[in-house]
């Protein structure tokens, strides 16, 4: 089983509508959560953090679910400007590598006026 | 502040050709890392640094070396380039947060695009 898993989409969305993306991560001692987002040829840039009481900000709501080792995703009345690869990213949180993180391949969001 | 920066942009290569891709950060962070990200493969690890003076292989170390000259820059050498090396490389950089205080965020610089033909 993969570190950090994602579907890789494309999820095809009309403006204004509301999409959802899930990650399953594979050990139980991850410690950090993140949503980062990617533009075409550009640099990974941190999203939201995920916290296990769930966090908001504007239109993006993220959640973990430890027990089932899931991250998801919400975006809300989506934009144009929203349309980027989604990167899932976990932080294992051992030994001597504690600040390495383990990207999840992305799911690409297309959205369409 | 001008976060990290990496150099060249674009670099093209021959085969069994070396080169240094250079990344700063003005950040004051303590680590730094190299990844490299192909298609369908996602963002993987090359090398990291813990903190200055410390160096340790991530993933994929092989074909690569690294050096942290100073807290700021950290630089990724391709001793003899292979075309398995075409790729997009990215350097980070993070804080180390107080032990069960903050999180390993990462910044990255805006990437190489190498191609080794």
């Known amino acids: 089983r993969k570190e950090v898993e994602q579907d890789p989409g494309p999820f095809n969305v009309p403006e204004g509508a509301t999409v959802a993306f899930n990650c399953t991560y594979s050990?139980?001692?991850?410690?950090?959560f993140f949503w980062y987002r990617q533009d075409c040829r550009k640099e990974p840039k941190l999203l939201m953090s995920?916290?296990?009481s769930g966090n908001e900000d504007g239109r993006f709501t993220a959640q973990l679910n430890r027990a089932s080792q899931y991250i998801s995703l919400l975006i809300r009345d989506s934009k144009l400007s929203d349309s980027a690869t989604y990167l899932c990213v976990v932080n294992m949180g051992y030994g001597g590598s504690q600040g390495n993180l383990i990207f999840g391949k992305g799911t690409k969001l297309s959205v369409k006026p | 502040n001008a976060g990290v920066t990496q150099t060249p942009k674009f670099q093209v290569l021959k085969t069994g050709q070396s080169m240094t891709l250079q990344c700063a950060q003005d950040m004051n962070h303590n680590s730094m890392y190299w990844y490299r990200q192909d298609p369908g493969m996602g963002l993987r690890l090359i090398y990291y640094s813990a903190s200055e003076g410390t160096t340790d292989k991530g993933e994929v170390p092989n074909g690569y070396n690294v050096s942290r000259l100073n807290k700021r820059e950290f630089s990724l050498r391709l001793e003899s380039a292979a075309p398995s090396q075409t790729s997009v490389y990215f350097c980070?950089?993070?804080?180390?947060?107080?032990?069960?205080?903050?999180?390993?965020?990462?910044?990255f610089g805006p990437g190489t695009r190498l191609t080794v033909t």
């Open positions: 980070a950089s993070s804080e180390n947060p107080i032990p069960g205080q903050g999180e390993y965020l990462q910044y």
């Open positions: 995920v916290y296990s």
């Open positions: 050990n139980s001692a991850s410690q950090s």
